[in-house]
């Protein structure tokens, strides 16, 4: 079976250098706040050009924190889109405020902007888009929009690290950018693990007070906080790593640019980059009729496809309340019917690429949703 991702060749190849940091950090003694989270801080935000990192335990209180941070609360309201993991609204629940859908781009699977002004109402505190599948949402419409209103901008990077918008990497255009490091993410750890990026000092001071159990000081408490710490080893393990993200998201590139041309030679509609941005392929996603059976197809001729992700979040029993039903976001049902993602990930060689062609050529050419 050829899996839709493979983390081991990964740690073949980085085995040497991960065993000796893990290693290091063991003989260290210190595994809470020393001095491989400090310094992965400052990589990945120089790696994105960011001014501050603020290292923290997943995604989802990357988000969760930023929130906070911004003082939302109860009674706001959070404007974000329906396709994506629960997570991102999760979070929004999380702080007691609640979140607004707006539908998604058809082309993009992103937020679409054009959306967003017939969504904001007295209580719009923030816009929340979603790199979805490492594809950057259309920044330069939301940003303008959120300048306009004067709304907070939280990018949820989660499966986007390294995709860049208008020159820029994303997660450094909003007030603050929310990474993940769950270990199938593009820059994953051996555990959760996640990350805040944003160009304000002032932020950033709170979100790390906030991950501290809401102080500065050890010992003295100035709000209510949260344990969200990463700890040494996920850090020692990331900056193995790191130096190594820019040719894997190369090679994600150079996979998906032969699959774009086997199959949109097909009929397929494939992702592609923006006219002004680099799309990093967190994920290969096409969409198809009788999804269903081209899976099961597939699975037979040894090739694994997921669905990210099946059901939109206003479809949701936890959302529920927000009695929005189906047929309110025509996309993202759509999308959540159709979509299928097939193996992609660095390591894919040539020829294993061409094996996953054949088969979907064979399979579901003719379920091909342009
Ligand atoms: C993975 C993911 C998250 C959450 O990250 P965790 O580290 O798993 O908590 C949030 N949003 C999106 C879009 C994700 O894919």
Not at 150 to 165: N, P, S
Request: aromatic fraction near 8%.
């Amino acid at each position: 079976m050829i899996p839709i991702l493979d983390l081991k060749e990964q740690y073949h190849s980085l085995r040497p250098q991960m065993l000796r940091a893990i290693e290091d950090v063991l003989e260290g003694g210190a595994f809470i706040n020393g001095p491989n989270v400090k310094a992965l801080e400052g990589e990945v935000a120089a790696y994105a050009g960011a001014g501050h990192g603020v290292a923290l335990n997943s995604g989802t209180d990357a988000l969760h924190l930023a929130l906070r941070a911004l003082d939302i609360g109860p009674g706001d309201e959070v404007i974000t889109t329906p396709f994506t993991f629960v997570a991102t609204t999760e979070a929004i629940g999380i702080v007691g405020a609640t979140p607004v859908f707006v539908d998604i781009d058809p082309a993009t699977f992103n937020m679409d902007p054009e959306l967003l002004e017939a969504a904001i109402t007295p209580r719009t505190r923030a816009i929340l888009p979603v790199h979805l599948y490492g594809h950057p949402a259309p920044m330069d419409r939301i940003m303008e929009i959120a300048r306009k209103h004067k709304l907070y901008v939280i990018e949820d990077c989660a499966q986007a690290i390294g995709a860049t918008f208008d020159g820029r990497f994303v997660g450094t255009i909003g007030d603050f950018g929310a990474f993940s490091f769950f270990p199938s993410k593009n820059l994953g750890a051996y555990g959760d693990g996640g990350m805040l990026l944003t160009n304000d000092p002032a932020l950033a001071d709170r979100a790390r007070s906030l991950r501290g159990h809401g102080g500065r000081v050890k010992y003295y408490h100035e709000e209510l906080g949260v344990n969200s710490r990463l700890d040494e080893l996920q850090a020692a393990v990331l900056r193995v790593k790191l130096p190594h993200l820019e040719s894997w998201i190369a090679n994600r590139r150079a996979v998906a640019q032969r699959y774009n041309e086997a199959l949109s030679a097909a009929g397929f509609a494939v992702p592609q980059d923006p006219a002004n941005g680099r799309h990093v392929y967190h994920q290969y996603t096409l969409r198809v009729e009788n999804r269903e059976r081209v899976q099961e197809e597939l699975r037979a001729a040894g090739v694994q496809t997921m669905v990210y992700y099946p059901v939109p979040l206003h479809m949701q029993k936890v959302h529920a309340m927000l009695n929005q039903g189906e047929g309110s976001f025509p996309h993202s049902e759509r999308a959540a019917r159709e979509v299928i993602s097939i193996p992609m990930f660095p390591e894919l060689a040539p020829d294993v690429q061409d094996r996953v062609i054949e088969a979907v050529l064979k399979v579901c050419r003719h379920e091909a949703v342009a």
